[in-house]
């Protein structure tokens, strides 16, 4: 199904408001976001706020944490996943690497 113009109006707008880079930030308010951390973490969650540092709190957080490890006996690199929920977290600025606004397909 297309989008329609209304959506597509509204998406642009949206586009147009982006300026600055924490522009793209402020648009993700209360939205779920994508942070990829230092030390192979990953947080997807909402967005409640942020600073000019990018220190987040995120709410309903689903954190992944990749770790690789070594088979000492086939030198094989294995690699694992751990995932945890967390209801409420502060993201420290220093360690995000990127920061993904949620997927804006036409829909509504």
Do not use: W
């Not at 989008?3 to 993700?28: C, F, G, H, Y």
């Not at 944490?65 to 294995?78: A, R």
């Not at 502060?90 to 997927?103: A, C, M, T």
């Amino acid at each position: 199904e297309l989008p329609s113009a209304k959506s597509l109006n509204a998406s642009a707008t949206k586009m147009a408001a982006v300026e600055q880079p924490l522009d793209l930030i402020r648009l993700s308010l209360d939205e779920r976001i994508y942070v990829k951390c230092r030390g192979d973490r990953e947080l997807r969650g909402r967005l409640h706020a942020y600073d000019q540092h990018l220190n987040m709190v995120l709410s309903e957080v689903e954190e992944t944490i990749t770790v690789q490890e070594l088979d000492e006996e086939t030198y094989e690199e294995i690699i694992k996943t751990n995932k945890r929920t967390v209801e409420m977290l502060f993201v420290r600025g220093d360690v995000v690497i990127l920061v993904s606004p949620p997927l804006r397909t036409g829909a509504a």
